[in-house]
């Protein structure tokens, strides 16, 4: 009933398809392919590809913690079975996410929001680092998360399914897909196939461990009980449905996809009221006690495209509906009642979306691009607590690009595109008055405003492939609108420590970004160092201060000059066709040059990271058995009040046997991560704040067949 009554929504987007060139690379969880795939169509830009077949043996937590053993991707821990990723440092709302083809639009402004995406329904991963605003718009500053699920099936009946566990927080869960296709014969004789595909996933899992007996808040020393962080259990349950049909030139698909979960967050985290909770929390690893969020998300796409001798155009429709709520005890907090009920947030988001684009082959070695993306947002809040307001927002961005053929293996690209973005931000006055000298007034806390913001940014590049080489420079300029949150927010973020303060003065974010990849090998050897520098005269960041604001310290939204500047480097041996070794390696510098923190870094700024392996294959490599080693440097380059944070190193082991049968696959995958429960900090988790460290040992299974 809910699905139908939205499929009236539903608008139209575009994906410009681009001749594939892989290269091999092998690292921890997934074999990596540095690919550029039609979601990519700009050749210069340095991008990684994790394709199906890898992505089926991942047992990762997340999606994201998944794609952290790639050199310039981290991850960052939400919980028990949630991260956020991030490109160099970049996150949030500077890692545009895009899910076939259309912009995914959660609540992203929440640092402790994940991803709203089934991982087992998704078939590859491309991963753009740097700038990508030519093709993708605001918020690909820090680069692009390409995620898809659309592969036509190409036979008749079949499917998969997974049962995968954990034993740090007590995981389990399954995971199934069937698909299928059937040729549609017409009148007239000229026909099509009709495809279908179904993806569920179910996963359950309690309050995970971590190496430490107590923790610090407010400077009182807390104890964990049995060292598990309480109340961070989850369930999550997703969804998927695709229906496509095919014919000469053009195809046609209606993707639907739902996502819902719960998850607990942790509830000393909360505040010191916790202690006199009436809320047994160590009652049971697996229940979910308040304070805890819940999501849904519901995303409906319309995909078309048609290409004919030189020319192609593609269009897609998306509607989305992103439905939050956090709840927590209602108790009074300065002069705030205690609330009536346990709802503290709700928001509901509505985003519709519109691409389109085209493509035309000028000549074999000459091609034009352009496109056309719109996006509405509704936002709206509710509950007793307030940190960002309600809004509208809409924007549209055109762009044309040019790609020229020189020689043989040299290929030069050049683009331009203007953005214009409006948003309408709702004035909000507390529920509940405050005394003012003689009188109480309901506090303002945002305040209505109406900004329009306007960006031109261009891109250029050259992409050279000679014999062993590969090399690959691009220059350009990227832009990130002003979100609301940034704008308008004033108040407490329990879950991350902190009290947040906007700034509607902001101006739109520019970087001037410059990357570099060259990249040799042959069937023993491969280099790969990919560089990278930028530089932004306006760099919106949320300021840690010395002030505390109703008992937790102040972090204000400002702007300053910032240069960034480091890259990646990844090295291949294979001394024996059984044996691979592999290192990784990532640094990344950055400096304000102006504003109050002049002189420093930036706030969770990540530090240079190692991973080196070693991996053994057997059989056809159809089974391996793998060594690694994670090594983070410690990070001392921080923004006051930041504290430094220790290095540390965690070692890891995997492997994995594929049986072919007569009708179907099984597949057996078994890791065992931080097997010597080191206790370590990661710089980029907000848990570090209250001195807890990251998860200790954990053991992951997962058993599969595909029939």
């Not at 036979?155 to 995981?171: D, E, K, P, T, Y």
């Not at 190193?649 to 179907?664: F, H, M, P």
Request: hydrophobic content about 35%; some cysteine; overall charge neutral.
């Amino acid at each position: 009933m809910y699905l139908l009554s939205i499929l009236s929504a539903v608008l139209l987007s575009v994906k410009v398809p681009v001749e594939p060139d892989t290269t091999d690379l092998r690292i921890e969880e997934v074999t990596v392919t540095a690919v550029h795939r039609h979601q990519n169509p700009v050749a210069s830009l340095n991008s990684v590809a994790v394709e199906a077949e890898q992505l089926n043996g991942q047992i990762p937590s997340s999606l994201s913690k998944g794609l952290s053993s790639i050199a310039g991707v981290q991850a960052s821990s939400i919980g028990s079975g949630q991260s956020r990723p991030a490109i160099r440092g970049m996150g949030f709302n500077r890692l545009a996410v895009i899910h076939d083809g259309i912009r995914h639009e959660g609540q992203q402004w929440g640092d402790d929001h994940g991803l709203e995406i089934d991982r087992f329904a998704i078939d590859h991963i491309e991963i753009i680092k740097g700038p990508a605003a030519l093709m993708y718009g605001s918020d690909a500053v820090g680069g692009v998360l390409l995620l898809s699920s659309a592969n036509r099936p190409h036979r008749h009946a079949g499917g998969s399914a997974c049962v995968f566990l954990q034993s740090n927080n007590l995981l389990w869960g399954v995971s199934a897909k069937i698909e299928g296709e059937k040729e549609v014969v017409s009148r007239n004789a000229k026909g099509g196939i009709l495809y279908w595909r179904l993806n569920a996933t179910y996963q359950d899992y309690a309050d995970f461990s971590v190496p430490a007996d107590s923790f610090e808040y407010y400077s009182y020393r807390i104890p964990l009980y049995k060292r598990t962080l309480r109340n961070t259990a989850g369930r999550e349950a997703d969804g998927s449905l695709m229906l496509g049909y095919t014919s000469g030139n053009w195809h046609t698909s209606l993707r639907v996809y739902e996502t819902w979960a719960k998850s607990g967050f942790f509830a000393n985290a909360h505040g010191l009221e916790v202690r006199l909770s009436q809320i047994d929390y160590d009652r049971s690893r697996r229940d979910i006690d308040l304070p805890h969020q819940s999501v849904n998300h519901l995303k409906v796409l319309c995909h078309t495209a048609y290409s004919r001798h030189h020319w192609g155009i593609e269009v897609n429709a998306a509607w989305q509906h992103n439905l939050r709520r956090e709840d927590s005890e209602p108790v009074s907090h300065g002069y705030m009642p205690t609330p009536p009920d346990s709802r503290e947030r709700q928001f509901g988001k509505h985003t519709a979306t519109l691409n389109a684009a085209a493509k035309w082959l000028v000549t074999p070695r000459h091609t034009l691009r352009w496109g056309l993306q719109g996006e509405v947002q509704h936002n709206r809040r509710s509950g007793w607590g307030f940190i960002i307001p309600d809004f509208e927002q809409y924007g549209v961005g055109l762009y044309a690009g040019e790609e020229w053929r020189a020689t043989r293996g040299l290929t030069l690209n050049a683009g331009i595109r203007y953005d214009f973005t409006h948003t309408d931000i709702h004035d909000y006055r507390d529920w509940y008055p405050t005394p003012v000298g003689d009188s109480a007034v309901h506090k303002l806390r945002s305040a209505s405003l109406a900004r329009d913001f306007h960006s031109f940014t261009w891109s250029a590049g050259l992409r050279y492939r000679h014999e062993g080489w590969l090399l690959r420079a691009n220059i350009g300029k990227a832009f990130r609108t002003p979100i609301p949150k940034e704008l308008g927010a004033d108040g407490i973020n329990y879950h991350i420590f902190r009290y947040e303060a906007g700034n509607a003065d902001l101006k739109p974010e520019n970087t001037y970004q410059a990357d570099l990849s060259a990249e040799w090998g042959n069937e023993y050897v491969r280099v790969q160092i990919d560089p990278f520098a930028g530089y932004s005269p306006n760099y919106i960041y949320l300021n840690p201060t010395a002030a505390y604001s109703e008992g937790l310290q102040l972090y204000r939204y400002t702007q300053a000059q910032v240069i960034r500047a480091g890259g990646e480097a990844v090295l291949t041996v294979r001394p024996w066709r059984h044996m691979d070794i592999q290192v990784q390696g990532e640094y990344l510098f950055a400096r304000q040059l102006s504003g109050d923190k002049k002189g420093y870094g930036l706030p969770f700024s990540p530090p240079w990271r190692i991973m080196p392996e070693v991996k053994f294959h057997w059989l056809k490599e159809s089974g391996f058995a793998a060594l690694n080693v994670r090594i983070c440097g410690a990070q001392r380059d921080i923004v006051p009040p930041e504290k430094p944070t220790p290095g540390w190193w965690t070692l890891n082991l995997s492997a994995g046997q594929r049986v072919e049968l007569q009708d179907c696959a099984l597949n057996f995958t078994l890791a065992a991560d931080n097997i010597l429960n080191t206790k370590y900090y990661d710089h980029t988790s907000y848990y570090r704040l209250i001195d807890i460290p990251e998860q200790g040992w954990n053991m992951s299974v997962r058993i599969g067949v595909e029939f």
